[in-house]
């Protein structure tokens, strides 16, 4: 029997007249603002219906005017269950390199579904099938799942209750063998020399072996891509090389310690005397400070530019001693590589460089190698520089230093690219360890960055420090800049409380610190639209410290992705401000948003994305919480809705997958409606569309960035 509601309003009065369905009664619903709540009989699937009551404007004298009882969105975050359980992987590993075709096992500590449907599993974005995803009743398996290269996988599956877990992990494979051998200057194989090998895409990702005593390893599972492989001793001998995971065969010969020069030539004033050149291609040029051509400092400032010629690593270094009161040296310069503006950041074509620096007696060392990948494209600007960067070494009084530098041309020998040396500084200041966190205390890999009023209007970054300098010196200030197209676009500031415990002397200690994680640095709405979120992109940022007497030092934290702010009016529910707001995307995930019209948004990541209760989601700015005008049924109409979102010609099939709370049974009017359809992108909308708890009133998006 057809339900309706009429209010009629005349003065003051307002009479309700509804056609009650039998067994139906009217009780207040002190608990839900607007609300009409309807007791059913114990024979229905639910004990109660709450009907929010719309109530429209446009009442004048003694006229009446019916209104008809509407769907509503939710007036507040429908609480999604999540599971107690926790997912481990097996077998393979997110920081060494795994073989290809390897079985991905995800070991739950729960019991989870037994139903396929309930789990969701992509691979680099792409939905896995069910009939390739095995299930048992704490385990998830991926049969021979791992491909050449990256594997990105996200897990999201019900446990046996109908609650949420969720896992996430990068894993490397590869189906390459490098058999390395490692010589000494007189060509003879050196024994127990440690050899590693790191993928420059992702230098977390690394395997170490020790050679034979023929001064042989063999590093197995390594991924066509470019790798940094270096070679070190008991005497702090040492050799790098970058190659790609195919090369096969390679030597690397360790290097001593060269002869000691006594000419003063750490800044280039002297061209290349004291600089072990041999045959690199190297050229003496005028110091440009900044990215514009002509913001150039004296014509007595002078770099180095060490090049490219053709395939292949070139290199120099420099052997001296420090003065005596210095505390540590550090090489400045920075990175500059034609592959950028020819368009192939991201390929094979990963063209990288290094910068070594090893003390003789204390037999300490420190190696920089990085790539035009793992720098990240926001690190360049449009020629392809990045901006000045730096790398210590502590020293020791009178110990004997050398600083190597190579670049080298991966995959080919087009494109050629340079190191530029602005200097060897003999310092006193330096930021000797560095974290960057999200305001959940986890590593930061995303910055959120448009302006906003949560927090005073100020984007959080929490972390860790140490800054080391004379104990009769003073840390004088500490910011976070934002660099983006190689240039500093925007800075953050010292937080109020950091500045207490870090802006003091030295002191004995020689250093100050923060080593639990705390809130380091807030940036400003006002710095942060400075920074262009028009695209998905990186920013790099780096921190850099000044003391009272004038020294500066930085420290480069690494890339973070973009997140933007949605600000449409179409939203539901809170704001979430005590996590920095709720309504924090990828730059390509909003102008989806923005594209269906039919929709109101709830949910979606939080200042910096992480973690973000109470959902085991929302994390990283591509899961969106919705709603539309209908959709609290879910019955055929509502299918049809959500189907229709799933066919949009322009981004359909960048909506991933599709959460509702449903039944899989032939009584269930919604199943019915897509169990047999399907999309026109060719995926079969039970596929798309999954069944879990906690989503009665809103649907959640994950969409493809």
């Not at 047999?676 to 009665?696: E, Q, S, Y």
Request: with cysteine; glycine share 6%.
């Amino acid at each position: 029997m057809d339900t309706s509601l009429r209010v009629f309003q005349k003065s003051c009065v307002i009479l309700l007249l509804i056609m009650i369905i039998p067994s139906t009664s009217i009780i207040a619903a002190p608990d839900r603002s607007n609300a009409i709540r309807l007791s059913v009989s114990p024979c229905s699937n639910q004990n109660s219906i709450y009907l929010p009551l719309v109530i429209n404007s446009g009442i004048s004298g003694n006229s009446i005017q019916s209104y008809v009882l509407q769907d509503a969105p939710p007036t507040e975050d429908e609480k999604e269950p999540v599971s107690p359980g926790i997912i481990s992987i097996a077998e393979v590993s997110e920081t060494t390199f795994n073989p290809t075709n390897s079985t991905v096992e995800f070991q739950v500590s729960c019991k989870i579904t037994s139903n396929p449907s309930e789990a969701v599993i992509l691979i680099n974005d792409e939905v896995i099938q069910e009939d390739a995803v095995e299930l048992s009743d704490n385990a998830i398996s991926l049969p021979q799942s791992l491909k050449e290269g990256r594997n990105h996988i996200v897990l999201l599956v019900n446990d046996s209750e109908g609650n949420q877990l969720v896992s996430e992990a990068t894993l490397w494979a590869g189906s390459n063998t490098l058999n390395v051998k490692v010589i000494d200057e007189n060509n003879q194989p050196v024994s127990n020399a440690t050899v590693t090998v790191n993928l420059a895409d992702d230098q977390n990702v690394n395997a170490t072996i020790l050679t034979d005593p023929n001064g042989l390893a063999k590093l197995e599972n390594i991924p066509a891509r470019t790798v940094f492989l270096t070679a070190k001793d008991n005497n702090n001998r040492f050799a790098s090389l970058a190659t790609t995971g195919d090369t096969g065969d390679i030597t690397l010969s360790l290097q001593g310690f060269d002869t000691l020069s006594t000419i003063d030539n750490n800044d280039f004033s002297l061209g290349t005397s004291g600089w072990n050149i041999g045959t690199a291609p190297v050229q003496i040029i005028q110091h440009v400070e900044g990215l514009v051509p002509n913001f150039q400092t004296s014509a007595t400032d002078m770099d180095l530019m060490l090049n490219t010629s053709g395939e292949g690593q070139q290199s120099i270094s420099r052997t001296f001693k420090p003065k005596s009161n210095v505390k540590n040296v550090t090489v400045r310069y920075r990175f500059i590589t034609s592959e950028v503006p020819g368009g192939y950041f991201g390929t094979e074509f990963n063209d990288y460089f290094n910068i070594s620096i090893r003390s003789q007696l204390a037999g300490t060392s420190i190696l920089e190698s990085n790539s035009m990948n793992g720098l990240g494209l926001g690190a360049f600007d449009s020629s392809g520089a990045t901006e000045w960067r730096e790398t210590p070494l502590s020293v020791d009084k009178d110990d004997t230093i050398q600083v190597d530098i190579a670049v080298a041309n991966v995959a080919d020998g087009l494109y050629d690219s340079q190191v530029v040396v602005d200097l060897v500084q003999e310092k006193k200041l330096s930021i000797t360890s560095l974290a960057l966190n999200d305001i959940d205390n986890r590593k930061l890999k995303y910055l959120s960055t448009a302006p906003h009023s949560y927090f005073g209007g100020n984007t959080r970054v929490h972390g860790t420090i140490t800054v080391e300098g004379d104990k009769d010196d003073e840390l004088q200030s500490l910011v976070l800049e934002i660099i983006q197209g190689g240039n500093v676009v925007a800075t953050a500031n010292l937080a109020t409380d950091a500045k207490t415990q870090l802006l003091e002397p030295f002191g004995e200690d020689e250093k100050v610190e923060i080593t639990t994680s705390q809130l380091l640095f807030e940036l400003p709405s006002a710095q942060a639209a400075n920074i262009n979120g028009a695209t998905n992109g990186t920013l790099s940022l780096r921190v850099k410290a000044k003391s009272s007497s004038g020294e500066e030092a930085t420290k480069d934290f690494g890339a973070v992705e973009i997140l933007v702010r949605y600000t449409n009016s179409n939203r539901y529910g809170l704001r979430d401000g005590n996590q920095g707001g709720d309504d924090w995307i990828k730059p390509s995930v909003k102008t989806i948003i923005e594209h269906f019209s039919n929709i109101t948004v709830g949910d979606m990541s939080n200042m910096n994305g992480g973690k973000f209760s109470p959902h085991s989601t929302h994390q990283d700015g591509r899961h969106v919480d919705g709603w539309f005008n209908g959709y609290n049924a879910r019955d055929a109409a509502t299918a049809a809705t959500i189907i229709s979102h799933l066919n949009d010609a322009t981004y359909g099939s960048k909506i991933l997958t599709v959460y509702v709370t449903y039944q899989q049974t032939n009584t269930n009017a919604f199943w019915n409606a897509i169990k047999n359809v399907t999309l026109n992108d060719g995926r079969m909308a039970k596929d798309v569309i999954k069944p879990i708890n906690g989503h009665t009133t809103h649907f959640h998006w994950i969409i493809a960035p």
